[in-house]
């Protein structure tokens, strides 16, 4: 099997939607290609594989035509930054692949296939270009990608005789007379398929075509054959395939191996393949390792002599979420001992009690929120909590934690614990072991945190971020902490009845689409809407699947204007997945003892440091549809009489690049309080405020968050459905309206490359080692990364110290209002009535405080009897 790589790449570059990890890699071309290399190798189980490359711009065939491929877009840096991805993932399956200077990956092919058939073997091709149906024989068959990346159709030259009435070699000829305008090869001006095809089956060849013009039929033609003559032979020179490259790969070595599990396991978790991680299964779980001998002791009654004023203390749960996860047992360390103690010798203690809940007695623990809720669920208030190991080594590098507590020991140097999966095993064979195993498990965990915090000290310290440590991230853990155990009242009576309301909803919807169908089916089914779409309304076919036809979102929308059923179609599926995904996804999650919400906050998971929200993911409920804003309606003051009070930033992230880039365009700007993408639109057009048109603003606003965001002319072009030339313009000019952000961009890729990081303004680091790599397109993703990650990564630091500010300020004013949700830039309260007037003056006062820039941070407010109403 020989593999197009180029080819398959853009292929599923474009067949899926662009996708990106959480540091930020776009990913949807390796997933694309990783789906399809799964399949064909599932499908022809080949004993020999290689993937051929393109080597580079320049080949043998621009010496002959120097325009050849000339009017190719440049590859957008979107796609070009996965390529080493994809050739890491070859190496993981244990697939060879080969590039060759001035050569390009369908000469490799066509040489290797020569070869193989010379040698016996069977040959299957698998590419996106048509071109390789040349190289069919009795022995090679060609595999061309139609639609997506797994739709195949087979080129054998039995097919190619049925389809065009030609031999395989004929393909060249048939090339050379009409010109392919992907490649930038002329051919004959006026010959389409059609008329090739005919003179091929009448003439035999290009060449006798060409000496026989005085038997072609129509004036015109011979026209065109005789004045293009010396332009058709150099067509046909250019699209035939080489197979006689001097490629050094024996075919022998190429034999299929077995992929390297745990580099493809690796792999997965870095792109967040998560569905592919599932098919690879768990895996061997570790071995046990021998570890350093720790003297602990199975508690059985709880004396003083075991509390000491400082301790290492670890609560050891088994499952995900530890809101409902079992607790195993408590793991306490100090100087004069180590020890397991059950959960049920803790609970009966009142001693142990008044010791979790004495705020003196200095406690360093692996995760203080997980424990602060843990205890909590025990009705214990854990207090005097003075250090967290997970933050601590989130702190130093945000792109090494590993959420396992063996795996961060090893990283700071402490071998002395187990893995969890060696201990409890993985997936479905997940099991609690015998208390003397777990009881070792849960004591060592507890021993290494102390072995461990002062490392973490020294190296926050040299880093300079014990600050940030100590003052944002511990802190901040505590908050959270607090929040999550608080939850969120849920008024489950109007979630049910807005389900009632999106399904009646459903229902006229789905009556609507039967009736401009002209009869009933399944909405949901993707085949039988095909065939409504497609045969029976026939309308244009976008894209093929394996399965039929596809009714993929992006191929609905660009049907939108065709049919009137397609609107209906949409607002179908939308409504849908309000009803399955939010309100039956959020009425699973609600706790039926309180009718709340205890979502959990990561803290450790993102490398610009924003947090995120799981079970459930309050920060992702769409807003964009109406349907979707009134989910909101259900999340309620948990007192009767109490009102929702919602905050947020405007425009946080502009305000933090304005303050780093020291602009002075953008700064006048958001001093005198104008609103920026009116002013950026003024700026970049060339036109007064009066004459910015809503499209000027829709553009400016977008090259404005993406300059944010690192968007490349690409991007924004798919942003704003413009061609990629007009969007590198828009680029081009807002970077020559605004100076001091081009300036800021350069330096701070400059200090990124001296450094290997770079950082936010409270000094929360990101590394990024392939600023330096000698590969063009991981260079440039790591570029883009350190123009974009301080100004996000700020805006972050911004949002924590405003929650740590305004839970210290509630506190000391003695105000009985609750800090409930964070939501991106937005902050959430309860409160009584008669402290409303009071919230509004100290919430925009301390969140517009925060930190000082040298442009104001501003916040809108509102409130109301619901969160919806409060917005």
Request: with cysteine.
């Amino acid at each position: 099997m020989l593999i197009d790589g180029n080819s398959i790449a853009y292929r599923a570059f474009f067949a899926l939607p662009l996708l990106n990890n959480d540091k930020g890699v776009h990913t949807n071309a390796i997933l694309g290609f990783t789906t399809m290399l799964m399949k064909v190798l599932e499908d022809e189980k080949p004993s020999h594989v290689l993937v051929a490359f393109d080597a580079g711009k320049t080949t043998f065939r621009h010496k002959t035509f120097s325009e050849y491929k000339g009017g190719r877009q440049k590859t957008p840096s979107e796609l070009s930054e996965q390529f080493p991805f994809i050739r890491d993932l070859l190496k993981a399956y244990s697939i060879d692949h080969y590039e060759l200077d001035q050569y390009e990956a369908d000469d490799i092919i066509g040489t290797l296939s020569l070869q193989a058939e010379k040698k016996g073997f069977d040959v299957v091709v698998i590419s996106g270009d048509k071109d390789m149906t040349q190289l069919s024989s009795d022995k090679t068959r060609i595999e061309i990608t139609r639609r997506g990346i797994t739709d195949m159709e087979s080129y054998t030259p039995d097919h190619i005789k049925e389809k065009y009435g030609l031999t395989p070699d004929q393909i060249i000829d048939m090339k050379g007379l009409m010109g392919d305008s992907s490649d930038n090869i002329p051919g004959v001006p006026g010959v389409g398929e059609k008329t090739a095809i005919k003179l091929l089956k009448q003439f035999g060849t290009l060449e006798t075509i060409l000496d026989s013009v005085d038997e072609v039929r129509g004036a015109k033609l011979k026209e065109k054959l005789t004045e293009f003559k010396d332009q058709a032979k150099l067509s046909k020179e250019l699209v035939t395939i080489t197979r006689v490259a001097p490629v050094e790969v024996a075919l022998e070595d190429l034999e299929r191996r077995e992929p390297d599990e745990e580099k493809l396991r690796s792999l997965y978790k870095e792109l967040a393949f998560n569905s592919l991680l599932d098919k690879l299964g768990g895996g061997k779980a570790e071995d046990a390792v021998e570890l350093k001998d720790v003297k602990w002791h199975h508690v059985t009654d709880i004396d003083k002599s075991m509390l000491p004023a400082q301790a290492e203390l670890h609560i050891e749960l088994f499952g995900v979420n530890y809101h409902t996860a079992d607790i195993l047992g408590i793991g306490l360390h100090h100087d004069e001992g180590t020890y397991f103690i059950p959960v049920d010798v803790a609970e009966q203690s009142s001693l142990f009690k008044t010791w979790i809940e004495d705020d003196s007695i200095k406690k360093s623990v692996y995760d203080a929120k997980q424990s602060i809720v843990a205890f909590g669920r025990l009705g214990m208030d854990l207090r005097g909590v003075d250090f967290d190991l997970l933050v601590a080594s989130y702190v130093i590098d945000a792109s090494e934690v590993a959420d396992d507590f063996a795996s961060i020991a090893k990283r700071h140097g402490a071998d002395t614990v187990q893995s969890d999966e060696s201990i409890y095993g993985k997936g479905a064979k997940k099991s609690v072991p015998s208390d003397e195993i777990i009881g070792e498990h849960i004591a060592r965990k507890a021993a290494a945190i102390g072995t461990i915090q002062s490392i973490c000290i020294t190296e926050l310290e040299k880093n300079e971020q014990f600050t940030l440590f100590e003052e944002l991230e511990f802190p901040l853990a505590q908050v959270l902490a607090d929040m999550e155990g608080k939850g969120v009242l849920v008024d489950v009576d109007r979630l049910k009845e807005m389900g009632e309301e999106l399904k009646s909803k459903l229902a006229d919807i789905e009556e609507s689409i039967h009736r401009i169908a002209g009869e009933k089916f399944n909405i949901n089914s993707p085949k039988q809407l095909g065939v409504i779409l497609f045969e029976k309304l026939g309308l244009p076919v976008v894209k093929k699947t394996k399965t039929g036809y596809s009714t993929s979102a992006d191929v609905l929308e660009k049907l939108q204007p065709d049919h009137e059923i397609i609107e209906y179609i949409l607002h179908f599926r939308q409504l849908g997945k309000l009803q399955s995904t939010y309100i039956e996804g959020l009425l699973k999650v609600v706790n039926k003892e309180t009718n709340k919400i205890h979502t959990r906050y990561n803290q450790v998971l993102t490398q610009t440091g924003r947090l995120s929200s799981i079970d459930p993911n309050l920060q992702n409920i769409p807003i964009r549809l109406e349907e979707g804003r009134k989910i909101r309606q259900a999340f309620i003051p948990s007192n009767k009489d109490w009102i929702m009070f919602a905050a947020d930033y405007s425009q946080i992230e502009l305000r933090v690049l304005a303050h780093i880039s020291g602009d002075e365009g953008l700064i006048t700007a958001f001093n005198n309080d104008l609103d920026i993408h009116t002013n950026t639109a003024m700026d970049v057009f060339g036109v007064k405020e009066m004459e910015v048109t809503s499209a000027m603003r829709r553009h400016a606003k977008a090259v404005n968050f993406g300059i944010v965001y690192g968007i490349s002319d690409y991007g924004l072009s798919q942003s704003l459905d413009i061609p990629r030339k007009e969007a590198a313009e828009f680029i081009k000019r807002y970077l020559a309206s605004y100076p001091k952000v081009k300036e800021y961009m350069d330096d701070i890729v400059k200090d990124a490359k001296q450094k290997g990081y770079v950082e936010t303004l409270l000094h929360r680091r990101r590394y990024i080692p392939e600023i330096t790599s000698r590969n063009f397109n991981l260079r440039g993703f790591a570029e883009r990364t350190a123009m974009n990650t301080p100004i996000q990564g700020t805006a972050a630091d911004i949002i924590k110290k405003a929650m740590i500010n305004m839970a210290i300020r509630l506190e000391e004013e003695g105000l009985e209002t609750r800090m409930l949700l964070q939501v991106h830039d937005e902050l959430i309260f309860e409160c009584p009535k008669e402290e409303v007037e009071r919230l509004q003056e100290i919430v925009p006062e301390v969140m517009e405080q925060a930190v000082e820039l040298v442009v104001p941070l501003k916040v809108d407010y509102s409130y109301g009897k619901t969160w919806y109403d409060a917005k």
